[in-house]
């Protein structure tokens, strides 16, 4: 038994990080800038046309022109043009950046260098060399803002969709809770009404359950043997109230240890079998289960008597305004995405459920 996996969570993890990095702008602009001026230092000197005085000096005007046109472009052209789609005026804009600023950057250079004719003939002889630096710089930093504003966008987007995950996935806990006590008080309340010696053990049975479900099912997920021991907790109360020639049964199968799964997952597969199978049967059915548990999996088979007002489809809706299979689908696409197979089979007389699931 497998179930796909997906990659997602590492991914989405490390784009987190990442956002979060590339957020924190005036020291990483700072980190980078100085990096920068320092790689262009060391170029200058590997060369060794100059001194390193020159080379210090000519190197900090090459960075702080290009801090000029990259925060122009950040600050203007950016917002203004390249981010509302005029892509063509965008790039005219930063081709008139550059037309502006390289004359500026080289007349300053041919004047402080005055001295230096080696210097003033390198300027002259390498004006679209600066034009290009300059206008290339100005696009870079266009890519990188647009990474930077698509890794903050998706970052807000996952928190939006997280928080509107676990606010569903509350709603329908809390909608799955009164569904059990609704229909275990009703039983225990026609076994009273009748005096029955069974009454008591009902009342043990669910005060079970109760603390399991108020207590314990507050987490994410709860371990795999109090999850099972809640499945049993429910078939034994269903064996004291159902009519003499039903045959249920629950086999788990395999080593459970560690493993840990969501609350109340497959209880409403079982209270389905019940409320739609046995109960709505003329005479005796079965139910049987069957839990078989791997390492990090399971999977969850259940068969049961199919009884006249069963929902012909999946997703049909339920007679008695029950969850249904609609709710179980919805918690396992927000909990286990891509991570658990769902096959629902039906014939004449019989129901039957399998669940595959990656914990």
Request: glycine fraction near 6%; charged fraction near 20%.
């Amino acid at each position: 038994m497998s179930v796909a996996r997906t990659p997602t969570a590492p991914l989405r993890s490390l784009t987190d990080r990442l956002g979060q990095t590339l957020m924190r702008r005036p020291l990483y602009h700072g980190i980078g800038w100085l990096v920068f001026f320092g790689i262009l230092v060391v170029l200058q000197l590997q060369a060794g046309e100059y001194s390193i005085g020159l080379v210090l000096i000519n190197e900090l005007i090459t960075v702080g022109v290009f801090a000029v046109v990259v925060y122009t472009n950040l600050f203007l052209l950016f917002p203004i043009y390249l981010k509302r789609g005029r892509y063509w005026i965008y790039l005219g804009a930063l081709i008139g950046l550059s037309v502006l600023f390289t004359p500026m950057e080289l007349v300053i250079k041919y004047f402080l260098f005055s001295s230096k004719e080696s210097v003033q003939i390198d300027l002259l002889d390498n004006m679209e060399a600066y034009f290009l630096g300059n206008f290339l710089i100005g696009g870079v930093s266009s890519v990188g803002k647009i990474m930077t504003d698509w890794i903050a966008e998706n970052r807000k987007k996952q928190e939006v969709e997280n928080e509107t995950m676990q606010s569903e996935l509350r709603f329908l806990k809390s909608q799955i809770n009164p569904h059990f006590l609704f229909n275990t008080l009703n039983s225990l309340y026609a076994l009273t009404l009748k005096k029955s010696d069974k009454a008591p053990d009902i009342v043990i049975k669910l005060s079970e359950m109760m603390r399991y479900m108020l207590y314990e099912c507050n987490e994410p997920e709860v371990p795999l043997r109090k999850e099972i021991n809640y499945l049993r907790n429910y078939l034994d109360l269903e064996r004291l109230r159902q009519r003499e020639g039903i045959d249920i049964t629950l086999d788990v199968k395999g080593s459970v240890v560690d493993q840990q799964i969501a609350p109340l997952l497959l209880i409403p597969f079982l209270e389905n079998s019940f409320k739609h199978g046995i109960n709505a049967a003329l005479k005796g059915g079965f139910v049987h289960a069957t839990l078989e548990v791997e390492h990090r999996a399971i999977r969850f088979d259940l068969e049961n008597t199919k009884g006249d007002t069963m929902p012909r489809s999946p997703d049909a809706a339920r007679p008695s305004g029950g969850i249904g299979l609609v709710n179980v689908r919805r918690r396992l696409e927000l909990l286990y995405p891509q991570r658990y197979e769902l096959e629902i089979r039906e014939t004449p007389g019989t129901y039957a459920v399998r669940l595959a699931l990656e914990l």
